[in-house]
C-alpha cells in the first residue's frame, strides 16, 4: 500500500517570503500523480498543483512550484511571496492510476502567513 | 474543473438519529467519492458512489452506517445513521469529470457535529 508523509505538522512563512512544504511518499509503482490540495478555514478543498510522474519537468502554477525528485520519492510544494491569504492546511496526495482513482493523504502541514 | 455543492454547510445533531448530506454538480461526472475528515484529521475516503449500482466501500466502512446513493451523473447521497458523537466530523464529496480523469475535485464540505 502507499503511504504520504508529511514530516512538518505546522510553519510560518512572512508574507512575501518563500516556504517549502516537504512530502515524501512509498510506492512500487512507476507511474502515478501527486498532487497538493490547500484547504483553508472554510474547509473547501483546492487543488493547488498536480504532477505526472513520468514527466521530468517539475509542475509550476503561478506562485506555487513542486520539486520533484523521483527516485527520492520526495514531492515538496515551494510557495514563493507569500501571501496572507496562502494560510491554510496543505495536504499532499498521492493516486495510482487504475486503482480506481483512489487517493492517500499525508497528514497535512498547518501553515501560517504572517505580516 | 466542475462546480460543486453540498447541503446542508453544517448541522447539529443528536446521537441515534441520522443525516442525509446531498452532493450536486452542474454538470455529468465520471465518479463520486465521499471522504471524512475527523477533527484535524487528514481525509480518508469512504466510498466510491456508483451510478445506477451500489456503492464501493473502503475497509472499515459499511453500507449499513453510510448508504450512499447516486440515481444520475450529477448527484449523489451521503446518509450518516444511528450517529454517535464519533461521527462528527467534515464530510466532503469529490468528483472526476470527464475533460479530467486523473484529478479530483471537491465540494464545499459538510461540517457534522453530534451531541
Known amino acids: 500500500a502507499q503511504t504520504v508523509t508529511q514530516s512538518q505538522p505546522e510553519m510560518s512563512v512572512q508574507e512575501a517570503e518563500t516556504v517549502t512544504l516537504s512530502c515524501t511518499y512509498d510506492?512500487?509503482?512507476?507511474?502515478?500523480?501527486l498532487f497538493w490540495y490547500k484547504q483553508p478555514p472554510s474547509r473547501q478543498m483546492i487543488l493547488v498543483i498536480r504532477?505526472?510522474?513520468?514527466?521530468?519537468q517539475n509542475a509550476t502554477e503561478n506562485r506555487f512550484s513542486v520539486n520533484f525528485q523521483k527516485a527520492a520519492k520526495s514531492f515538496s510544494l515551494k510557495i514563493s511571496d507569500s501571501q496572507l491569504g496562502d494560510t491554510a492546511m496543505y495536504f499532499c496526495?498521492?493516486?495510482?492510476?487504475?486503482?480506481?482513482?483512489?487517493?492517500?493523504f499525508g497528514t497535512g502541514t498547518r501553515l501560517q502567513v504572517t505580516l | 474543473s466542475a462546480v460543486i455543492s453540498q447541503k446542508p454547510s453544517r448541522d447539529i445533531c443528536q446521537r441515534g438519529t441520522s443525516l442525509t448530506i446531498q452532493c450536486q454538480v452542474d454538470?455529468?461526472?465520471?465518479?463520486m467519492f465521499w471522504y471524512r475528515q475527523q477533527p484535524g484529521q487528514s481525509l480518508t475516503l469512504i466510498a466510491t458512489?456508483?451510478?445506477?449500482?451500489?456503492?464501493?466501500?473502503e475497509s472499515g466502512f459499511v453500507i449499513d452506517k453510510f448508504p450512499i446513493s447516486r440515481p444520475n451523473l450529477t448527484f449523489s447521497t451521503l446518509t450518516v445513521s444511528n450517529m454517535s458523537p464519533e461521527d462528527s466530523s467534515i464530510y466532503l464529496c469529490?468528483?472526476?469529470?470527464?475533460?479530467?480523469?486523473?484529478?479530483?475535485?471537491f465540494g464545499p464540505g459538510t461540517r457534522l457535529t453530534v451531541l
Open positions: 469529490s468528483v472526476l469529470t470527464s475533460g479530467s480523469t486523473d484529478t479530483q475535485y
Open positions: 510506492t512500487s509503482e512507476s507511474n502515478y500523480y
Open positions: 504532477q505526472e510522474a513520468y514527466k521530468q
Open positions: 496526495a498521492f493516486m495510482r492510476p487504475g486503482t480506481a482513482s483512489k487517493l492517500t
Open positions: 454538470s455529468q461526472v465520471t465518479m
Open positions: 458512489a456508483n451510478q445506477g449500482s451500489e456503492a464501493t466501500y
